[in-house]
C-alpha cells in the first residue's frame, strides 16, 4: 500500500521539523508549507490524504485556508485538522468537531495527533471507498 | 432656646418710629434682645460690615435713598441677613414688591403691638435660615453636579425633552449647555441606535425602574463614543424626569482591547516554543532520535510532567482571566449529561498512572438539557482530577448525576484525604491550595475549582462542598433544566447586543418547522430529535463560519450570522436550505416534515428579538408567485399572448409583454418587473441592447433575465457586457423547462 499523504502548513520552522519527524517516524509522507498560499498550492497539486493546518499564518488565517479548501471540488473532500495555539479562537474552533474535523490544542502530545490522523483518515475513507489518485493520468 | 442677644439693627431715620419700635422692643420678651439703631442707609452698611445682627429692621423712607431702591441696595450689600420692612399706611404696594424680592415681612408702623413684632422678627430669621440652608444644599447639589467626571443629562420623562445637562455632558457631546437643554434625549444617539434606546428608555418609565447599560452615543463630530449609562426616574414637583449618569468609557474599551491582545498574544508566544519543546522531548523519549537509557527516560518522563503543568497554569490563568472579564460566552446546547459523563470517563483510564475503581451512578435513559457542553466537560474533569489527586490507592471515586424538577444534579466524591472544617470554605478561592500536606504532594495552579464554580454559576447554577478529614470529600454541582426557547432567547439577545456593539448587522436565519407537534407525534419524541439534531449538524456544516451559531429554537431551528449582509445572509440561508431538503428527501421525510426558511436582519429589519423573530417568519425564502411580474418581451406575438395565458394559469401575479426592445423599455419604466423573459432577434432594438442598457442602468441591472432564441446566442457579446451568465433556453419552447428557470432564477435573485 502506498503511504499516507499527509501535508503540514505551519509557519515555525521547529514544529514542522517536530511534526514531520514525527509522522515519517510512524510511515507518512510528509508534505510542508510555511504559508497558507503555498499549502493551496500544494494541497490542490498532491491532494493529500489529510493537511494539518496551523490556525495562525503570515500570510492568510487558517480558517480561511480551510474555507477556501472546502470550496475547491479538488480539495473539498480532504479533512483538515487544525492546530491552535488556544486563544480566544479555542471555543469557535471546537466548532469544526462537529463538521468532522478536529483541533488539536498547542502544545499537542506527538504520538496523539498520528493517533488522530490515522483515525481521521480512516473515518473518511470508510465513507469514500474509492479515491482517485490525482498522480495518475 | 438661644442664650446670646437677639441682636436687631433698626433703621429708621424718624426719631418718633424709632422710639416706638424700641419701646415696643424693650417690653419683657421670652428672648433677650440689642437693638442698635441707625438713620441712614450708609450707617446702616456700616454697622452691618462692623459686627453681625440677626435680623435688620427697615425703613423705606430713608434720607439718603428712599422707597424699593433702598430695600434692594442693603439686601445687595447682605443678603445673608433677613430684612423687615417698616412701611406707613400708603406703601404698602411697596412694601409687598419688597417681600417678592427677597425681604423677609413687613410691619405697618403705628399697628405693630410687642408680640406681633416679636412674630414677626422670629419667622424672618427662621425663614431666612431655611432658605439659606436650601440655597446651601443647592449650591452643594449644582458643585456636584458641575464638578462631577461623568456627564449628567435630565430630560422631561413625558416629552423625551433634555431641561438639564452639566458642563461634562457638554465636553462628551461637543455641544454647549445651552443647545443641549431643548434637545429630545434620542439626539445624543447614533441614528441606528435611536430605536433601540428609546424601547429601553420607555420601558423604564412604564416601570419606574433605574437602568445600568452600556450604549453609545454620537457627539457633535458624529463620532460614536461608547458610554456606561445609570438612569433613573424620579417624580421632582410632579413632573416626571429622567436622569441619566453618563460615563466615557472609551479609555475602559481600548484597555479591555489591549488586554485582550495581550493575553491572546502571550498564549500563543507561550505556546508556541512550548510545543517544540514538548514535542522534542517527548520523541527522545519514544526512541525516535535513537536509543534513550532509563535513566534518561526517568528525566525526560520529569520534563514531559512539568511541561504539561506548566500548559496547565497558562490554561488556567487563560481561563480565569477571561472569566473575570465577562469575556466567556456560554454556547448552550441541547445535550445529555450522562453521555458527557462516559466520554470524559475514559480519558482517565488512559493515563492515569494510579489504578483507582472510577464507579457511577447515573438514570438508565440519560438526563437531556441545555448547557455548553465543552465547559462542563471541563468542570467535570477538574472535579474528577481533583478527586484523583487526593486519593489513595486503595480508594474510590463515584460520580453520581441525578435530576428533580428543575435542576440535574451533579457529584464527584472520593474517599481521599478530605479537606478540615477551617479550610472548606477557602477551597473555591483563586490561587489557595488547602491541605496539601495531607495530600500525595500533587501539585496544582490552585485555579480548578474557582474556574470550575465559575462555569457552573454561569450557566445559573450552583457549586459546593462537603468534606471529613479522612473519609473524603464530594463536590456537589448543579445545572438547571431551561427550555429552548429560554436559550434561544437568551443567545439571540446576547447575539444581537454583540452585533450593536461590533457595529455590525447580525443575519436571523430561521428553520421553521410546519406543525411541528403533529410532526413529532407522528415521529415520536426521540426520532424527532434525532433529526433536528442531524439538521443542525448540517446547518453548522452550512454557515462555514466558526463564529456563526446554530441553535434549537420552539420554530425548529435558528441560525445566526455576524459580519455578514443580507446577501451573504441569503446564500447561506439557500444553501442550507438546500441541504435540509435534500436531507429530508433522502431520509424519506419530506412529506412527514415541511421546513421553511425565514430570514430578518438585525438592525436594517428589526431591532429586538420578538421583531426580529416575527419577521423572520414573515419573510420567508421562496418564491412566491402571486408576487411575481414577468415582462414578456418579443416580436412574434402569437406566441407572447400564448405564454400569457399559460403563465397567468400558473399563478403568476402580472405577466406584461412587449412587442420590441425600445417598448420594454418604455414599460420598465413604469413598471418594474421581477423576471424579464427575453428574445433577441426583435425589430427596432434588439435583445443585445436591451440587456446592455438594463445592465448599465442601476435601476434595472439587478433585474434578472433569461434568454429565449430561435437562433444561436453569441456569448462572447454577453460575455462582453459583464453579465453574469444569463440562462438560455431554445424555441420551441419546453415549458417544464420554462418554470424550472424561472424558479431557479427568482430563487437566485431573492
Given amino acids: 500500500m502506498d503511504p499516507l499523504k499527509v501535508l503540514v502548513i505551519d509557519d515555525e520552522d521547529h ?32 491532494r493529500p490524504h489529510l493537511i494539518v493546518l496551523d490556525v495562525i499564518l503570515p500570510d492568510l488565517n487558517g480558517r480561511v485556508v480551510c474555507r477556501v479548501l472546502k470550496e475547491d471540488e479538488s480539495t473539498a473532500k480532504i479533512p ?36 488522530k490522523i490515522r483515525r481521521t483518515i480512516e473515518s473518511i475513507s470508510t465513507f469514500e471507498t474509492k479515491r482517485s489518485n490525482p498522480d495518475e493520468p | 432656646m438661644n442664650s446670646n442677644p437677639l441682636r ?92 417678592r424680592k427677597g425681604a423677609q415681612d413687613y410691619l405697618i408702623k403705628g399697628t405693630v403691638d410687642s408680640t406681633r413684632l416679636m412674630h414677626s422678627i422670629m419667622y424672618a430669621i427662621e425663614r431666612h435660615n431655611l432658605k439659606q440652608a436650601l440655597k446651601n444644599s443647592e449650591k452643594k447639589y449644582y458643585n456636584l453636579i458641575e464638578s462631577a467626571n461623568d456627564a449628567i443629562i435630565t430630560a422631561d420623562a413625558e416629552t423625551g425633552i433634555i431641561i438639564d445637562a452639566n458642563k461634562k455632558a457638554e465636553d462628551l457631546l461637543g455641544i454647549p449647555v445651552g443647545r443641549i437643554i431643548g434637545m429630545h434625549y434620542t439626539d445624543m444617539y447614533p441614528e441606528d441606535q435611536k430605536g433601540f434606546y428609546q424601547k429601553v428608555f420607555l420601558d423604564q ?49 481600548k484597555i479591555e482591547k489591549l488586554k485582550d491582545e495581550f493575553v491572546s498574544a502571550v498564549s500563543h508566544e507561550l505556546r508556541t516554543p512550548l510545543t517544540s519543546i514538548r514535542e522534542g522531548t517527548s520523541q527522545f523519549l519514544d526512541g525516535l532520535l535513537g536509543e534513550t537509557t532509563d535513566e534518561q527516560k526517568q528525566f525526560l518522563n520529569i520534563i514531559l510532567e512539568d511541561i504539561d503543568r506548566l500548559q496547565q497554569i497558562i490554561d488556567e490563568l487563560l ?23 462516559c466520554r470524559v470517563l475514559p480519558r482517565f483510564h488512559g493515563f492515569l498512572r494510579k489504578k483507582l475503581d472510577i464507579t457511577t451512578i447515573m438514570p438508565q435513559k440519560g438526563l437531556k438539557l441545555f448547557f455548553d457542553a465543552a465547559k462542563i466537560t471541563q468542570v467535570i474533569t477538574n472535579l474528577i482530577s481533583n478527586a484523583y489527586k487526593f486519593t489513595d490507592e486503595k480508594g474510590k471515586i463515584t460520580i453520581e448525576v441525578s435530576e428533580t424538577e428543575n435542576e440535574a444534579r451533579i457529584c464527584v466524591s472520593d474517599t481521599g484525604v478530605g479537606i478540615s472544617r477551617e479550610n472548606l470554605p477557602k477551597i473555591f478561592e483563586k490561587f489557595v491550595q488547602v491541605d496539601r500536606a495531607n495530600g500525595p504532594g500533587i501539585k496544582g ?130 444553501r442550507i436550505k438546500k441541504s435540509f431538503q435534500d436531507y429530508l428527501s433522502e431520509k424519506k421525510l419530506d412529506t412527514v416534515i415541511k421546513i421553511k426558511l425565514g430570514i430578518s436582519i438585525y438592525p436594517d429589519n428589526e431591532k429586538y428579538t ?31 399572448e400564448l405564454m400569457k395565458i399559460k403563465m397567468e394559469s400558473k399563478g403568476f401575479k402580472e405577466v406584461i409583454t412587449a412587442s420590441d426592445g425600445q417598448k420594454a423599455l418604455d414599460i420598465m ?61 431554445s424555441k420551441p419552447l419546453d415549458d417544464s423547462l420554462l418554470s424550472e428557470n424561472i424558479e431557479k432564477v427568482l430563487m437566485d435573485n431573492l
Fill in chain 2, 445 to 574: 495552579t490552585g485555579l480548578g475549582l474557582p474556574i470550575s464554580k465559575a462555569l457552573v454559576e454561569m450557566h445559573g447554577g450552583q457549586m459546593w462542598a462537603e468534606s471529613v478529614v479522612g473519609e473524603g470529600t464530594k463536590i456537589f454541582f448543579t445545572l438547571p433544566k431551561l427550555s429552548s426557547e429560554i436559550i434561544f432567547n437568551e443567545s439571540l439577545a446576547t447575539m444581537i447586543e454583540e452585533a450593536a456593539g461590533k457595529e455590525t448587522r447580525l443575519i436571523l436565519l430561521l428553520g421553521i418547522i410546519e406543525n411541528p407537534s403533529d410532526v413529532k407525534k407522528s415521529l415520536g419524541d426521540d426520532r424527532f430529535h434525532m433529526v433536528i439534531s442531524d439538521m443542525k449538524s448540517l446547518a453548522q456544516e452550512g454557515v462555514y463560519r466558526s463564529d456563526d451559531t446554530v441553535i434549537e429554537c420552539p420554530e425548529g431551528l435558528a441560525v445566526m450570522l455576524l459580519d455578514t449582509d443580507r446577501k451573504g445572509g441569503l446564500t447561506v440561508g439557500k
Fill in chain 1, 80 to 115: 483538515v485538522i487544525f492546530l491552535t495555539a488556544k486563544d480566544s479562537l479555542e471555543e469557535k474552533m471546537a466548532e469544526y468537531e462537529v463538521g468532522g474535523e478536529c483541533h488539536i490544542p498547542k502544545p499537542f502530545d506527538g504520538q496523539e495527533l498520528v493517533e
Fill in chain 2, 610 to 640: 420578538d421583531s426580529l423573530i416575527e419577521d423572520a417568519k414573515k419573510n420567508l425564502l421562496e418564491v412566491n408567485l402571486r408576487n411575481v411580474r414577468i415582462l414578456l418581451v418579443d416580436d412574434e406575438i402569437t406566441l407572447t
Fill in chain 2, 205 to 253: 418609565i412604564g416601570q419606574g425602574k433605574s437602568v445600568f447599560t452600556n450604549l453609545f452615543i454620537q457627539n457633535s463630530d458624529r463620532q460614536r463614543i461608547p458610554v456606561e449609562v445609570s438612569s433613573s426616574v424620579s417624580d421632582i414637583g410632579g413632573k416626571m424626569v429622567v436622569q441619566g449618569i453618563y460615563r466615557d468609557i472609551t479609555e475602559r474599551k
Fill in chain 2, 669 to 729: 419604466r413604469e413598471k418594474k418587473p421581477d423576471l424579464i423573459i427575453l428574445d433577441m432577434q426583435m425589430p427596432v432594438m434588439n435583445g443585445y441592447e436591451v440587456i446592455g442598457r438594463l445592465k448599465t442602468n442601476p435601476q434595472t441591472a439587478d433585474i434578472p433575465i433569461i434568454i429565449l432564441s430561435g437562433f444561436p446566442v453569441d456569448s462572447r457579446k454577453l460575455d462582453e457586457m459583464g453579465t453574469k451568465k444569463i440562462p438560455v433556453l
Fill in chain 1, 15 to 46: 514544529i514542522l521539523k517536530m511534526i514531520k519527524n514525527r509522522l515519517e517516524a510512524n510511515g507518512f509522507l510528509v508534505l510542508t508549507a510555511k504559508t497558507g498560499h503555498e499549502g493551496i498550492e500544494l494541497a490542490r497539486q498532491h
Fill in chain 2, 319 to 341: 481561563d480565569i482571566s477571561k472569566i473575570e472579564s465577562g469575556r466567556v460566552e456560554l454556547r448552550r446546547e441541547q445535550a445529555d449529561l450522562v453521555d458527557l459523563v
Fill in chain 2, 8 to 99: 436687631i439693627l433698626l433703621v429708621e431715620d424718624n426719631p418718633g418710629d424709632a422710639r416706638l419700635i424700641q419701646e415696643t422692643l424693650s417690653e419683657p420678651q421670652p428672648i433677650s434682645m440689642e437693638v442698635t439703631l441707625v438713620d441712614n442707609l450708609q450707617k446702616a452698611y456700616q454697622s452691618l460690615k462692623e459686627k453681625p445682627f440677626d435680623v435688620v429692621l427697615l425703613d423705606l423712607s430713608l434720607p439718603d435713598a428712599t422707597g424699593f431702591e433702598a430695600f434692594v441696595w442693603l439686601y445687595a450689600q447682605a443678603p445673608e441677613i433677613p430684612i423687615i420692612i417698616l412701611t406707613g399706611l400708603n406703601d404698602q404696594q411697596l412694601a409687598i414688591k419688597a417681600i
